[in-house]
């Protein structure tokens, strides 16, 4: 099964400075259709999820282009490019290219 | 509008059953796989099951398997879990969750809460 790791585990930063999260799996999440299945998510407080990223680098309907995604194969980054106070919450990063899915730990983003 | 609307949480003792359901809307919920995620309290995010739109693929994680049971009703435009041999680990924030014809998990109802206690 892949394993999900990112780093760091939480974040603080300075409204309107970037931020990063890395996300590392144990195995490629590259298909053999040509496809990497890696997903970004938000969770604000007391919110369910909501899609940021899918596909390793493709923004989701609606959401600000502040956001960024990026990487392949093992190695992927999700990055803000100048973090506002809405920003705030836990991300996750999720693989869907072998059963189970499997999720990150999940980064928790403050505000400074 | 998407809509994802889960019920049927709520406090059961170990060893107890709970059904959960999920009414979707504003999307053709029969082209859609589905998946239920659980939030243990303060934890993170764990997939649970997926079905897809026909119901004929059906996977589970290895925590659940043999004590939930996912299915769906097309014609209602609902999804179900049936939780039976509940114990306190299950305790969570159980999220319905829509899966595109592209296998993208896109959009999660406002969960329901399973707190098996005694």
């Known amino acids: 099964e892949i394993v999900m790791t990112q780093t760091p585990l939480s974040l603080s930063v300075t409204p309107g400075q970037p931020a990063s999260v890395s996300c590392k799996s144990s195995q490629s999440l590259l298909h053999s259709d040509g496809r990497t299945y890696l997903y970004w998510y938000l969770q604000r407080p007391g919110q369910s999820p909501q899609l940021l990223i899918y596909e390793a680098s493709n923004r989701f309907s609606g959401v600000p282009d502040r956001f960024s995604g990026s990487g392949s194969g093992t190695d992927f980054t999700l990055k803000i490019s100048r973090v506002e106070a809405e920003d705030v919450g836990v991300y996750y990063c999720l693989q869907t290219k072998q059963l189970p899915k499997a999720f990150g730990q999940g980064t928790r983003l403050e505000i400074k | 509008e998407v809509q994802l609307v889960e019920s049927g949480g709520g406090l059961v003792k170990p060893g107890g059953s709970l059904r959960l359901s999920c009414a979707a809307s504003g999307f053709t919920f029969d082209n859609y796989r589905m998946n239920w995620v659980r939030q243990a309290p303060g934890k993170g995010l764990e997939w649970v099951s997926s079905i897809s739109s026909s119901s004929r693929h059906i996977f589970y994680a290895d925590s659940v398997r043999g004590r939930f049971t996912i299915s769906r009703d097309n014609a209602k435009n609902s999804l179900y879990l049936q939780l039976n041999s509940l114990r306190a680990e299950d305790t969570a924030m159980y999220y319905c969750?829509?899966?595109?014809?592209?296998?993208?998990?896109?959009?999660w109802g406002q969960g329901t809460l399973v707190t098996v206690s005694s």
């Open positions: 969750a829509s899966e595109n014809l592209l296998s993208t998990v896109d959009y």
